[in-house]
């Protein structure tokens, strides 16, 4: 399985780090150099791919900077290969890549952006998902349209329950006060966002996420809840309708 590590940057996002068993090092949507070269130097591995999942500042700023330093094959989306900087190979939906002897299996899921895509290594059982998919949340409509985003989540809610979800930010305290708002009696719900103040009293990260814990307590993947719908007034109304409705809530959620 890849090994995979955590590399926070700015103000509240993860870089992932993955190191296979061979030469090849990779790290997902690098927000700033200095971190990345912290953590390659700590684990004695030089980077050869980048992996981007969207065109955002806080996902592809170091990538010309990393390029420049190791001479790293930057993977991204084809639907938006003119905003990744330094893009050397263009993914798109149902292609593979493999990294090493580590494969993945590439999902378009636009929504937050036109072009986002997903990386999902099935043997290694690890999601990379950039801002489609927060855990108890996911990222916000800035280019997409509600039935758009909410068929991205469906792909990603179609994964094995032990799929470990590789967010890009630590968003998930807030999320579930959110979630607790319109889904009050919902029990695993509670439970979970106990226990993620109690990780972030002690000062730790609450990603990656499960799956099947998203599958259960994340409203957004629960568009089509009739439970949820109906907390909301929209029971007739089909999963994207309340999926946008969810959205537009947690965006003036304060």
């Not at 070269?37 to 996902?59: F, K, P, S, Y």
């Not at 994964?159 to 890009?168: E, H, K, Q, R």
Request: glycine share 10%; aromatic share 8%.
């Amino acid at each position: 399985m890849l090994a995979i590590d955590r590399i926070p940057c700015l103000q509240d996002n993860y870089v992932w780090l993955l190191r296979t068993s061979g030469a090849e090092t990779a790290v997902v949507d690098p927000a700033e150099a200095a971190p990345v070269e912290a953590a390659l130097q700590r684990h004695g591995v030089r980077l050869t791919h980048i992996l981007n999942t969207h065109h955002h500042g806080d996902h592809v700023g170091a990538n010309l900077a990393l390029k420049a330093r190791f001479g790293a094959t930057i993977v991204g989306p084809r639907a938006d290969r003119a905003r990744i900087p330094g893009i050397d190979v263009a993914l798109g939906d149902g292609e593979r890549y493999t990294l090493g002897p580590h494969e993945a299996e590439i999902f378009d899921v636009p929504g937050h952006t036109r072009g986002h895509i997903a990386f999902w290594f099935a043997a290694s059982q690890a999601l990379f998902c950039g801002d489609t998919l927060f855990a108890l949340g996911c990222g916000r409509m800035f280019e997409g349209t509600a039935p758009q985003f909410w068929r991205s989540l469906e792909k990603l809610r179609a994964l094995p329950d032990d799929t470990s979800v590789y967010c890009a930010h630590e968003y998930t305290q807030s999320n579930a006060r959110f979630a607790l708002s319109v889904d009050p009696d919902n029990r695993d719900l509670a439970a979970r966002a106990a226990e993620i103040d109690r990780l972030r009293a002690d000062g730790l990260a609450t990603v990656p996420s499960r799956l099947g814990d998203e599958k259960r307590t994340n409203p957004f993947l629960r568009a089509d809840d009739a439970v949820l719908a109906g907390r909301l007034g929209l029971g007739a109304a089909p999963a994207s309708a309340v999926f946008g409705a969810l959205r537009a809530a947690k965006d003036g959620f304060r």
